[in-house]
């Protein structure tokens, strides 16, 4: 009973999830088909059994208790329903078939066009709401050990120089990985100790992160303080925002994460910092981290040698620092902009994704997910927070549209095929035959979703 407990919540966000891309995709298929004068006489969201219905018009809109996907009935078409009584009936002007080629195309990309402008949509709204926060590329990065970076030969320390032939300013905090995947081979050229290497990723990318556990294992984690607490320690030690932390007591600090254990062993004790002060940072700062200047990209400037004592009063020993980040805010039309860059972005990675799967580069079993790991990573990113939620969102709306396309019999990709061949040759293909392929098409749908399922199951 426990675990079924724990395990609603999953099910609650996931359905959330695929209920709104339902209804975005379906919706689309429906407004195309109303604008071109088809009627259309069900739009459910779910499949049978059905829950609710109430019909408006010609259409009867309906909720379903199978929340696996949506159809829209539009009459006069052969969908996954397999009905066909209605071609042995004259032909109406409102039907899917009495309709010119093109409508008819325009019909079946429509869901798929309402995904990637869901994306977009929401890839401009958090634009525009919470900006773009980083960690800027301040001097060396740190490699996880175990990592796919540290297997590809980068260490801790190596300067970034460029990825991908991209100079890495280029590359806001590095992007994560996506950047990275989008590259065959993906390449990163360091600066180590005065000579300039570069590295070469593995052609199986996406499975050696899934089986590392370190992930890729790049990152930037400046030792700057971005903001300083009034009345803290920092704060009557004289520490202001820019300032760089080098040392505590003797030993020396490359990484901001290397603060806490420091500071935790002191147990409150006087201890002596250490930091570099450049030079055009002489005052505190807004505690908006996105006006530090740029002279920190230098090491240059006044060091500084203090004792402070940290705060335990909470429960743990604090100094009252927090660290630097950039945060780039955006206003309204610069983020229509930033959406559709990053809806472009991810959507070639989803692309590629798919395209090392299914040309056996990456292994097919390791990369791909079901509902059950399309829960787990929802319910992770509902968690985290609102962004993080919609983000996922966006990327399912994209994962969608670019399956949905793909030319299999049953999904709107199959149905475009029949299309495309009927505009060329100006003549149906055989009711018999879209009756076969969509058959086909259906027992592969099926048979792929308990393959993908039983996987989930497994990996889990």
Do not use: C
Request: zero cysteines; hydrophobic letters at 45%.
């Amino acid at each position: 009973m426990e675990s079924i407990l724990n395990f609603l919540p999953y099910v609650g966000w996931v359905l959330l999830a695929i209920m709104i891309l339902v209804l975005v995709h379906e919706l689309g298929h429906f407004l195309f088909a109303r604008l071109f004068g088809m009627r259309v006489d069900k739009f459910s969201v779910g499949f049978p059994p059905k829950i609710i219905g109430k019909k408006f018009g010609d259409t009867e809109w309906v909720l379903g208790l199978l929340p696996l996907g949506g159809y829209v009935k539009i009459v006069g078409m052969v969908d996954e329903s397999l009905d066909t009584d209605h071609l042995t009936e004259e032909v109406q002007p409102w039907e899917f078939r009495a309709k010119p080629v093109w409508q008819r195309m325009l019909v079946m990309v429509g869901g798929v066009m309402f995904n990637i402008i869901l994306a977009a949509v929401i890839f401009m709204s958090l634009t525009v709401l919470y900006g773009k926060s980083y960690f800027p590329a301040i001097g060396g990065v740190k490699v996880e050990d175990s990592s796919v970076a540290y297997n590809m030969g980068l260490r801790t320390g190596d300067m970034i120089v460029a990825v991908n032939g991209k100079p890495i300013d280029s590359v806001v905090g590095m992007g994560g990985v996506q950047e990275l995947l989008l590259a065959d081979p993906m390449t990163i050229d360091v600066e180590r100790e005065g000579s300039f290497l570069s590295f070469e990723g593995p052609s199986d990318i996406m499975t050696q992160l899934n089986r590392s556990k370190g992930g890729f294992g790049l990152s930037f984690d400046p030792a700057i303080v971005g903001y300083v607490n009034p009345d803290s320690p920092a704060s009557e030690a004289g520490l202001v925002a820019g300032d760089r932390i080098v040392a505590i007591g003797d030993s020396t600090i490359t990484f901001y994460t290397q603060l806490t254990g420091l500071i935790q062993s002191a147990e409150g004790q006087p201890m002596t910092m250490r930091f570099v002060r450049p030079d055009s940072v002489t005052q505190p700062v807004s505690s908006s981290l996105s006006v530090l200047p740029d002279s920190l990209q230098s090491i240059g400037g006044t060091t500084y040698e203090v004792r402070l004592a940290a705060n335990g009063s909470s429960g743990k020993y604090l100094i009252g620092i927090t660290q630097y980040y950039r945060t780039q805010e955006f206003g309204f039309f610069e983020s229509v902009g930033v959406g559709i860059s990053e809806t472009w972005l991810q959507t070639r990675l989803v692309a590629t994704s798919l395209k090392r799967i299914f040309v056996g580069q990456d292994n097919f079993r390791e990369n791909i997910g079901g509902p059950v790991m399309i829960a787990k990573v929802t319910k992770e990113a509902a968690d985290m927070g609102a962004p993080y939620f919609w983000n996922i969102v966006a990327m399912l709306s994209i994962t969608l549209a670019i399956i949905n396309i793909l030319p299999i019999p049953a999904l709107d990709g199959g149905h475009l095929v029949f299309l495309i061949y009927e505009a060329i040759v100006r003549k149906e293909p055989s009711l018999k035959l879209r009756m076969v392929l969509q058959q086909v098409g259906m027992f592969v749908l099926l048979a792929f979703m308990v393959f993908v399922i039983f996987n989930d199951f497994l990996k889990l």
